[in-house]
């Protein structure tokens, strides 16, 4: 029995664990470390603090200071943190608005914010119906095929919109829309309606509807969803469910302060 507990234990990988500790090593009290000190914290030795250091300096998780070489934590992890606080915030301000939404159409009904190119879903209600769409937590797709990320990135500054086209507009079916024109003049209807409607360009067979949600600043950091097969989500549905998705985008984004 002993034996089996410990074949199933996860293996720690070396280099992770003393990459995590030398992050772990800065606090409010020491945000600099030179190398020595980085070692002597680590227990390692000098070279491998720096081998640690660099990579993360690569990674943008350390910065190191030109004047005095010192190592401060970087910009990612400020980005990272500001994910994780943003969808605890967006999650938890949303809950009861996307039960309500769930109740009126029976669809599957997602909340998803912006990563990068991607979209991740943090919020995730499915329909009661047996054929219905399933988006599990911490589930990643591109947001340019997908209603949710259409909606987040109609509203996004050109230049977020222009690092997603120069990422590469990959096909996921026949029906995405891989021609960088063409993406931007649906942003720009996304815009006049209030809403992305995304027919069968993620997924065969999947409709699916989403409205932005603004933050205090105004800024749009996520969109709510209602998504389903086609065979229920008829062009005439979409049109009656968008009302309906589009008030709970701005009854979420007011609970977030926007006015």
């Known amino acids: 029995m002993e034996a089996g507990r410990a074949a199933r234990k996860p293996t720690r990988l070396s280099s992770v664990v003393s990459a995590v500790a030398l992050l772990k090593a800065f606090s409010e ?8 000190a980085l070692a002597k914290r680590l227990g390692v030795a000098k070279s491998t603090a720096h081998r640690l250091a660099a990579t993360l300096v690569a990674e943008g998780l350390l910065e190191q200071d030109r004047d005095s070489g010192k190592y401060r934590l970087g910009i990612a992890l400020f ?6 606080r943003q969808r605890m915030d967006v999650s938890s301000e949303a809950k009861s608005f996307l039960y309500d939404l769930r109740e009126t159409t029976n669809e599957s009904v997602h909340l998803a914010i912006l990563d990068g190119v991607e979209i ?8 009661t119906q047996a054929i219905r769409m399933r ?43 891989t021609d960088a024109g063409r993406l931007r003049d649906a942003f720009s209807e996304i815009r006049k309606r209030g809403g992305a ?13 989403a409205a932005p949600i603004r933050n205090d600043t105004g800024a749009v950091i996520a969109a709510v969803g209602v998504a389903g097969p086609v065979t229920r989500l008829s062009k005439r549905t979409i049109a009656a469910f968008a009302p309906h998705v589009i008030a709970t985008a701005a009854a979420i984004s007011r609970r977030l302060g926007y006015r």
């Open 29 to 36: 009290d020491e945000v600099e470390f030179g190398i020595s």
């Open 197 to 209: 409607i995304e027919d069968e360009e993620s997924e065969v067979g999947m409709r699916a509807i």
């Open 135 to 177: 988006s599990d937590i911490g589930v990643r797709k591109p947001a340019y095929c997908t209603a949710e990320g259409q909606a987040i990135l109609a509203f996004q500054p050109p230049d977020v919109i222009d690092g997603v086209i120069a990422a590469g507009l990959a096909p996921r079916t026949p029906h995405t829309v």
């Open 79 to 84: 980005r990272l943190g500001a994910l994780v």
């Open 120 to 127: 991740m879903y943090v919020y995730n209600l499915e329909s």
